[in-house]
Structure formats: structure tokens, C-alpha cells
């Protein structure tokens, strides 16, 4: 597993207005630059944020990025609860 690489990833996406902005128009164009597992690329492009919890991502990156994708708090949470 490449969690490193992920939250990586996240972390730069969160913080760097320009990596950002490339993430949105092509976010597989990224994906070359990290070392990610094909589940935390799925992960990533279908904006599962329980699947980015349960694969290790830390809440203080995944909060943020769920943000960015403009997610409220309650679905948030329910996605990291595995809550339907």
C-alpha cells in the first residue's frame, strides 16, 4: 500500500493553488507524479472519501479536500462512518 503517496498528494492538492487547479481539470495527469495503488486512484477520481478514510488517508488532509470538492460536514461524516 502507497498511503504515503496518497495523502501526499492530497496535501499538495490542498495547499498548492496551482497543482490544484490541475488536479481539477485532469486529475490522472497527477496521478504519475505519486505513488498510488489503482484502489486509491479510484479512490481519488470517484471522490469516495470513506474509501480515502479506510485506506489511511488522516482526516486532518481528507477534511479539507472533502472541501475543496464542496462536501458538508454531515456527508462527510457519514461517508468516513460508513453511514448510508
Known amino acids: 500500500m502507497s498511503t504515503y503517496g496518497l495523502q501526499k498528494m492530497i496535501r499538495d492538492v490542498n ?4 497543482l490544484r487547479e490541475r488536479y481539477f481539470c485532469s486529475p490522472e495527469a497527477l ?3 505519486y505513488d498510488m495503488t489503482a ?4 479512490a481519488v477520481l470517484e471522490r469516495d472519501f470513506g474509501a480515502l478514510y479506510r485506506l ?3 482526516g486532518l488532509l ?3 479536500f472533502s472541501i475543496l470538492h464542496q462536501v458538508s460536514e454531515p456527508d462527510y461524516l457519514k ?4 453511514e448510508k
Open 15 to 18: 495547499r498548492d493553488p496551482q
Open 31 to 33: 496521478f504519475q507524479r
Open 39 to 42: 484502489d486509491e486512484r479510484r
Open 56 to 58: 489511511g488517508v488522516h
Open 62 to 64: 481528507l477534511r479539507p
Open 79 to 82: 461517508a468516513i462512518r460508513q
